[in-house]
């Protein structure tokens, strides 16, 4: 009860960011060790996150300009993946301790169902969950795809090494259909992705030595697994998959890590694009390697946002960005290291487009490194300015795992694994950190044409983002009642309550002054009107 409360406390007041910063101070969002955030934040502003503790699959969310709800846990498991549509309703998908693939929605009261299987069966005595990936569009339809071992897999190991690539896709307000086994391959397969686009074409891409694509939909299933970028013999150390609503999609590779692979591409980072309804083109280089410290496993990020795309890597040298504005080419690669050269230089990145085509890379730790280090975020504008980097933590602490995500107003979210010096296992996941977030604020909220309506039921205001809307209501010097409400971008109304209406009545003059604060806590200017 004792850690509930403190966590609700500080979830519940947060601070606003100082004039000088778009960041907020971090805050806790889980006092407890957690691994490996997952993050999603939607058009509105609702966002949810996920993470793994002792064992179990934990999430929280937030409703469009409110804040973080205390963690719950929703089952056992690791590694969870999550994703939010655009009614703020949130799925988070994760494979349990038992084998089985498991998904569960957010109710419209912010509450989650219980874990339902997607997957076949269960395995028995299988301890070692796999990772997963899950996506949903605007309208609610929704893909999960996962790893599992083939059928004769028994606890002994003695069987064959092989993964197979599942995936599940539902219908809007549906259940998810049978599973369909896309591809198999050897027990490297890993690092699942899936994107959906708003018209229900989904693409789910792996790695398995090279990376692998599938094409479907939600309502005829995915097709035969091919070579990314048309090559087989492509080796990846690393890939990520983006794409817009109307249906592009890019995925971008680093191939040959610290060695030379037999890859039929030399080091360096590659984009394959594939148009809506269309197919994926031959891969393209956008940074050629200068040695191999400079491209390692830490990547690529890749983002993108109504046409423009970014990508950011890492390794020895430090990190490596690349852009592509809304109308153009991908421009050169920018080096940017925090220390160059140094044990602390950071190798992990997380990488955001805002609304205002302000690219933002949140550089940290490789996860496994002693070194302490905060989390430095870097802007990059819109017209090709760098601003000066900004760190985020407290110095002396290690910070890992970072990933970011925005809302259409300029608004995002950054979550990482913060504040211990601890390095973790030999993989560097059995760590001791709590997990953290910092709130970006690209705009303070306004309000215009304040005005009350339909025969004094009603307050009717336009907001330029979400907030969380309070209009108080006055007369002779006193308070008569509030209203308060959470809002999404565009004119909306508040419903004024009966028992503050029949006070409104009474003889006199009355002020109604309406305040706004977005979800980085910041408010608008007060607007009045007089009654």
């Keep these: 009860m004792r850690h509930f409360l403190a966590t609700v406390l500080a979830l519940g007041c947060l601070a606003a960011p100082a004039a000088a910063s778009t960041w907020t101070p ?44 205390a963690p719950e846990r929703l089952g056992a498991g690791a590694w969870p993946s999550v994703a939010i549509d655009d009614a703020g309703e949130a799925i988070v998908a994760w494979m349990g301790t038992d084998g089985g693939m498991y998904v569960t929605q957010q109710s419209r009261r912010g509450t ?35 790893f599992e071992p083939p059928v004769d897999w ?25 599973p369909q086994e896309i591809a198999r391959s050897d027990s490297t397969a890993d690092f699942p992705a899936v994107f959906l686009d708003d018209a229900g074409r989904a693409t789910v891409a792996w790695r398995a030595g090279g990376t692998w694509v599938a094409s479907g939909d939600v309502a005829r299933g995915f097709g035969p697994a091919e070579a990314a970028g048309g090559d087989p013999a492509v080796e990846t150390s690393g890939f990520s998959l983006a794409g817009s609503p109307s249906g592009d999609v890019t995925l971008a590779v680093t191939a040959g890590p610290f060695v030379h692979q037999s890859s039929s591409l030399p080091q360096g980072v590659y984009v394959a694009s594939r148009p809506a309804g269309g197919n994926f083109g031959p891969f393209r280089s956008i ?28 390794g020895g040298a430090g990190e490596v960005f690349n852009v592509k504005p809304a109308r153009g080419d991908w421009l050169p690669p920018q080096p940017f290291s925090v220390s160059s050269g140094s044990p602390e230089s950071p190798r992990d990145a997380a990488v955001g487009i805002d609304a205002h085509g302000t690219t933002v890379f949140a550089l940290a730790l490789e ?39 925005f809302d259409g107003a300029g608004n995002g979210v950054l979550v990482w694994e913060a504040g211990d010096a601890y390095p973790g296992d030999s993989s560097g996941y059995d760590t001791k950190q709590p997990i953290k977030l910092a709130l970006y604020d690209g705009s303070a909220p306004s309000i215009a044409n304040f005005a009350l309506a339909r025969k004094r039921t009603r307050f009717r205001m336009r907001v330029s983002e979400p907030v969380r809307a309070e209009v108080t209501i006055r007369r002779a010097g006193r308070t008569v009642g509030r209203v308060r409400a959470r809002l999404k971008l565009g004119t909306r109304t508040l ?16 002020v109604a002054t309406a305040t706004a604060r977005d979800s980085a806590n910041r408010r608008s200017r007060a607007r009045r009107i007089r009654f």
């Design 26 to 69: 971090p805050i806790t969002l889980s006092s407890t060790d957690g691994s490996l955030p997952a993050l999603d934040v939607g058009r509105e502003g609702d966002a949810v996150v996920g993470w793994t503790h002792g064992g179990g699959v934990w999430v929280s969310t937030r409703a469009a300009g409110d804040v973080f709800r």
């Design 112 to 146: 989650f169902g219980p874990p339902r299987l997607v997957s076949a069966e269960q395995r028995s005595g299988y301890t070692e969950p796999l990772r997963s990936a899950v996506a949903i569009n605007a309208r609610g339809d929704a893909a999960v795809t996962w």
């Design 154 to 178: 028994a606890p002994s190991g003695s069987s064959s090494s092989v993964r197979r690539t599942m995936a599940a896709v539902r219908s809007a307000g549906g259940v998810f259909q049978p």
């Design 287 to 314: 940074a050629a390697a200068a040695g191999p410290p400079l491209f390692g496993a830490f990547g690529p990020h890749l983002a993108m946002r109504d046409g423009a795309a970014a990508i950011a890597w890492g």
């Design 367 to 405: 996860r496994g490194l002693s070194a302490r280090r905060p989390i430095t975020v870097v802007r990059r504008l819109a017209n090709g300015q760098i601003e000066p980097p900004v760190a985020l933590g407290a110095p002396g602490t290690r910070n890992i795992s970072p990933t970011v995500g």
């Design 495 to 510: 419903r004024i309550p009966r028992r503050v209406r029949r006070k409104l009545h009474s003889a006199g003059r009355y």
